[in-house]
């Protein structure tokens, strides 16, 4: 969608519930200056402005980025969710594209897990693949099984004023009543839906949002009839997601999933 569109209405996503939530971050040093990339085609202009760092602070994700090496943030968030009781669908919602064009990263993780279900990978939502992704799956949760969604952030691109990481987020969906109930979700602004809510998370990335989620939580600081707005923002667009915390404590959770030493 164009910047110069008018934005989509809000939408709802009837009858969905979260039932667990599990988080992976991997800090990711193997990023180089714009300057090691002489000869690479790189619009400057275009990066500055859909990334919002300046091009003195850009690092490029390096290409020997030992893929097949390093852990998978995806695969640790799913082993987080343990395995569904019956066979279920599972969403692989990428923010852009993969780091190795050589690597069918949702076939891989579907190998090596094991998934008995179908399989959807969704890819180049950027900074919106936590919220708007809840558009496709308003109709696509099948309604018996539920289904399993894997958030995936793995930015090409970096600030050298912070540190850079992966991140992911999973979750497990249903469709009926549930610990926290799916009210709606846009793109733009939240608007008067922000002052409905009892908390909002914020970030510029698909996973922050859910990240700061998570850890509010885990630490018991939603309570049981709170409204939460999880959001993102990034250079160019914005989205959210409104949640019921009908019962906080029963929502399933992981501890962040980063490998010791880390």
């Known amino acids: 969608m164009s910047i110069d569109e008018p934005e989509p209405a809000a939408a709802e996503a009837p009858g ?4 667990a939530v599990s988080v992976a971050t991997l800090p990711f040093e193997n990023y180089l200056p714009l300057a ?12 500055e402005r859909e990334h919002g760092i300046a091009r003195e602070h850009l690092l490029v994700l390096s290409s020997a980025d030992c893929t097949g090496r390093e852990p998978d943030v995806s695969a640790l968030v799913l082993a987080g969710l343990g395995a569904p009781a019956a066979a279920q669908p599972l969403f692989l919602v990428r923010s852009g594209p993969l780091r190795d064009s050589m690597v069918a990263s949702l076939a891989q993780l579907v190998h090596e897990s094991g998934w008995a279900g179908e399989d959807i990978g969704i890819t180049h939502l950027e900074e919106l693949g936590g919220t708007v992704c809840f558009g496709l799956l308003g109709w696509a949760v099948p309604a018996q099984a539920g289904a399993t969604v894997l958030i995936c952030d793995e930015p090409l691109f970096g600030d050298a004023r912070g540190p850079c990481r992966f991140a992911a987020v999973g979750l497990r969906l249903r469709r009926g009543p549930g610990p926290l109930r799916v009210l709606g979700y846009g793109e733009g602004a939240p608007g008067e839906r922000a002052g409905g809510a009892a908390h909002r998370f914020s970030g510029r990335g698909p996973c922050d949002g859910w990240l700061a989620f998570h850890q509010a939580l885990a630490a018991g600081v939603v309570r049981d009839g709170e409204r939460v707005l999880v959001h993102a923002r990034g250079p160019l667009r914005e989205g959210w997601l409104l949640l019921d915390a009908v019962d906080a404590a029963a929502v399933r959770l992981s501890d962040d999933l980063a490998p010791a030493g880390r």
């Open 16 to 19: 969905l519930s979260v039932e």
């Open 36 to 47: 090691s990339f002489p000869d690479a085609p790189i619009p400057l202009t275009r990066l």
